[in-house]
C-alpha cells in the first residue's frame, strides 16, 4: 500500500477529524501492510467516484471520500449532514461500486471499531454487511491494529458488526436517505 496522502486537503476548510490524523500516522508508520480487509486510506479531494452518483457542488461539497472499501472500487466517506461544524462528529457512509449508500458508523471513532472487524464490506442497493466465515484470514497488520486502536482510543473491534451497524443507520440512515434523494433520481 502506499503511503498515505495528505487528508488535510480533502478537509480543508474544516479541520481533518482526529481519528482520522491519528490512523493516517498509523497506516505511515505501519508500512504497506493491510491492518484490514479491503481498506485504504486514499483521501479523495476531487470527489473522483462519488461526482458520478451527482454533480451538484452542495452534494459533494457535503461528502468528504476519504477510503476505499474493498477490492473492486466502493469508498467511505464522511458526511457532513449539517448538524454540527465539527468534523470528528460526522457520520461515515460507505458508497457501493454497484449501487447502494449507506450509513456504516456513527462517526470516525466509531468506525474504526468497524474496521478492526477485518472484513470486506459487502454492498448492493438492499443493504451493507460485514462478512466473515470460520476460514476468514486475518489481515497481517490486523494485531498492530488492534493494540493501536486500543492504545490510542481506548476501544475494541467490533465483534457485533451488524449491531453496529444497524444502531449507526438506525440514528442516521433516515437522514441520509432525504438527504440524498435532494441529489438523485428517484
Known amino acids: 500500500m502506499p503511503a498515505t496522502p495528505d487528508l488535510d486537503a480533502l478537509f480543508a476548510p474544516n479541520q481533518t477529524p482526529r481519528a482520522l490524523n491519528a490512523l493516517a500516522q498509523f497506516h505511515d508508520r505501519i508500512g504497506p501492510v493491510w491492518y484490514s ?4 486510506l486514499s483521501p479523495n479531494p476531487k470527489r473522483s467516484g462519488i461526482d458520478t452518483w451527482s454533480a451538484d457542488r452542495t452534494f459533494l461539497r457535503a461528502l468528504f471520500p476519504f477510503a476505499m472499501a474493498n477490492g ?3 469508498m467511505y466517506a464522511l458526511w457532513n449532514s449539517g448538524e454540527s461544524a465539527d468534523p470528528n462528529d460526522w457520520p461515515v457512509i460507505v458508497f457501493g461500486d454497484e449501487g447502494g449508500v449507506w ?3 456513527k462517526n470516525a471513532i ?3 471499531s468497524l474496521l478492526a472487524f477485518d472484513a470486506e464490506p459487502m454492498i448492493d442497493h438492499d443493504s451493507v454487511i460485514y462478512y466473515r466465515d470460520e476460514k476468514h484470514k486475518f489481515s497481517q497488520g490486523r494485531a498492530d491494529f ?4 486500543v492504545g490510542t482510543f481506548g476501544i475494541k ?3 457485533n458488526v451488524g449491531t453496529h451497524v444497524a444502531e449507526a443507520q438506525l440514528a442516521v440512515q433516515p437522514k441520509l436517505n432525504e438527504w440524498m434523494s435532494e441529489f438523485l433520481p428517484q
Open 103 to 105: 450509513v456504516v458508523a
Open 37 to 40: 480487509d479491503g481498506f485504504q
Open 110 to 112: 466509531d468506525f474504526l
Open 146 to 149: 488492534i493494540n493501536w486502536l
Open 157 to 159: 473491534p467490533s465483534e
Open 72 to 74: 473492486s472500487g466502493s
